[in-house]
C-alpha cells in the first residue's frame, strides 16, 4: 500500500498583503502630501511718475526724476522712508521764473507778494501815458511819472481827476486823490476821483458846485480815523 503524499506547507501570504499594502499607497489622494514653494514677492521699484509728497511706498528706496518747472527741466529726488515718500525738488530758477502781472493795474499800497515790475498805461485826458507798478515791501508802489505835453489844461482839475474811473489811474495821475465816504454827515455819496486840492478858486465842471462832504481820511493808510471833511465837486442835489 503506497504511503500518502506529504503536502508541502503553505506560505504565508505576507507578499500579498505587502502588495495590497502597496497598491493602496499608490492610490491618488491616500497618504500622501502636497508641499510647494511659497510664492514670489515682488521686489520695491521706483514708480515711473513721480509720486506724492506722503503718498505710501514700501522698501528701502531713492528715486530720481525731473521736470520743468518753466525754465528748463530742474531734479527731483523721491526717498522711500517710514513707508511714505519723501519727495525733494530743490527747484532753483536762475533767473527766477517772472511772476505774471496783474490784468488790472493795482492800486498804491495794495498788497503783492512778488518782486516784480509791471508796466502799465492810461489816458488822463492827453492820449495814454505809462505807469509803472512795483511790488516792494509786499506793497504796490505806482510811479506813473505823467506828463501831459501840452498840459491839460488847469483852470479846471476836477474835469481831469473825476473822468478817471478807476482807483489804480487816480492814485497815478498827477494833482488827483482818490476818495471814499467817510462816518458822518455829509458824507461823500460814492467813492470816485477828485482834484487834489479842495474846490477853491474854479468853477466845477457839468453844473456841479463845490460842496463839503466827509470822506474816509484813512483809507490805505495805517490810522483809525473814520471822518474827515473836504470840499469837493458834487452835482446839484435833487
Same mark, same amino acid.
Request: with cysteine.
Given at each position: 500500500?503506497?504511503?500518502?503524499?506529504? *503536502?508541502?506547507?503553505?506560505?504565508?501570504?505576507? /507578499? #500579498?498583503?505587502?502588495? *495590497?499594502?502597496?497598491? /493602496?499607497?499608490?492610490?491618488?489622494?491616500?497618504?500622501?502630501? #502636497?508641499?510647494?514653494?511659497?510664492?514670489?514677492?515682488?521686489?520695491?521699484?521706483?514708480?515711473?511718475?513721480?509720486?506724492?509728497?506722503?503718498?505710501?511706498?514700501?522698501?528701502?528706496?531713492?528715486?530720481?526724476?525731473?521736470?520743468? /518747472?518753466?525754465?528748463?527741466?530742474?531734479?527731483?529726488?523721491?526717498?522711500?522712508?517710514?513707508?511714505?515718500?519723501?519727495?525733494?525738488?530743490?527747484?532753483?530758477?536762475?533767473?527766477? /521764473?517772472?511772476?505774471?502781472?496783474?490784468?488790472?493795474?493795482?492800486?498804491?499800497g495794495e498788497p503783492c507778494s512778488d518782486q516784480i515790475t509791471c508796466n502799465y498805461e492810461f489816458d488822463i485826458g492827453c492820449g495814454p501815458q505809462p505807469a509803472l507798478a512795483t511790488c516792494k515791501d509786499a506793497a504796490w508802489v505806482i510811479d506813473a511819472g505823467i506828463s501831459c505835453n501840452p498840459p491839460v489844461p488847469p483852470d479846471n482839475p476836477s474835469d481831469t481827476c473825476q473822468a478817471l474811473?478807476?482807483?489804480?489811474?487816480?492814485?497815478?495821475?498827477?494833482?488827483?486823490?482818490?476818495?471814499?465816504?467817510?462816518?458822518?454827515?455829509?458824507?461823500?455819496?460814492?467813492?470816485?476821483?477828485?482834484?487834489?486840492?479842495?474846490?477853491?478858486?474854479?468853477?466845477?465842471?457839468?453844473?456841479?458846485?463845490? *460842496?463839503?462832504?466827509?470822506?474816509?481820511?484813512?483809507?490805505?493808510?495805517?490810522?483809525?480815523?473814520?471822518?474827515?471833511? #473836504?470840499? #469837493?465837486?458834487?452835482?446839484?442835489?435833487?
Open positions: 500500500m503506497p504511503l500518502p503524499r506529504k *503536502q508541502k506547507p503553505r506560505r504565508k501570504p505576507f /507578499v #500579498v498583503t505587502f502588495a *495590497q499594502a502597496a497598491t /493602496v499607497a499608490l492610490l491618488p489622494g491616500c497618504f500622501s502630501t #502636497v508641499t510647494s514653494n511659497p510664492p514670489a514677492t515682488e521686489e520695491p521699484s521706483c514708480p515711473p511718475e513721480k509720486p506724492n509728497q506722503g503718498e505710501a511706498c514700501s522698501g528701502d528706496l531713492t528715486c530720481n526724476y525731473e521736470f520743468d /518747472v518753466g525754465c528748463g527741466p530742474q531734479p527731483l529726488t523721491a526717498t522711500c522712508k517710514d513707508d511714505a515718500w519723501v519727495v525733494d525738488a530743490g527747484i532753483s530758477c536762475n533767473p527766477p /521764473v517772472p511772476q505774471p502781472c496783474p490784468a488790472e493795474m493795482p492800486t498804491q474811473a478807476t482807483e489804480a489811474e487816480c492814485d497815478a495821475a498827477e494833482n488827483c486823490r482818490w476818495l471814499v465816504p467817510g462816518c458822518g454827515m455829509p458824507a461823500l455819496p460814492q467813492a470816485g476821483c477828485f482834484a487834489e486840492l479842495d474846490c477853491v478858486g474854479f468853477t466845477c465842471a457839468d453844473g456841479g458846485t463845490c *460842496q463839503e462832504a466827509i470822506i474816509n481820511p484813512c483809507h490805505n493808510q495805517p490810522c483809525d480815523a473814520c471822518g474827515m471833511t #473836504v470840499k #469837493v465837486c458834487l452835482p446839484e442835489g435833487p
